[in-house]
């Protein structure tokens, strides 16, 4: 499996933004995504980008605020959160999928690798 790290979390007002950063060990070409999970409540899917980049997906909930990219030769995986909200409080962790398919996934169950996770907290 692939090894992931994430990074950049951290407390924010709320209207502020932070930029997560996952490295992966070695070369990834998974499709990656990212999840979070706030306390007492079950882990949801935030964003995915397809192995290449080109396509992504977003949850309702951060379309428009959060943006999902990746930089392949650096073997990292970014998300990029603006106008964060005090419900977006959560721990963040990116993930690699088992498989490449024609679309990305939300289903949590599908990617086999995970980071150790990074708090945001973001303040009203």
């Known amino acids: 499996q692939v090894q992931l790290v994430e990074s950049g979390g951290g407390m924010v007002q709320a209207g502020g933004s932070l930029r997560l950063s996952c490295a992966a060990s070695?070369?990834?070409?998974?499709?990656m995504g990212w999840f979070r999970q706030a306390p007492g409540k079950e882990r949801e899917f935030v964003a995915a980008i397809y192995w290449n980049g080109r396509t992504t997906d977003y949850a309702d909930s951060v379309e428009g605020r959060f943006t999902i990219s990746r930089d392949n030769a650096k073997n990292t995986v970014y998300l990029q959160m603006n106008n964060l909200k005090p419900e977006d409080t959560a721990i963040y962790y990116c993930a690699a999928a088992r498989q490449i398919t024609i679309r990305t996934s939300r289903i949590s169950d599908e990617y086999g690798s995970w980071g150790q996770g990074t708090q945001v907290t973001v303040s009203s």
């Open positions: 070695g070369r990834t070409f998974s499709n």
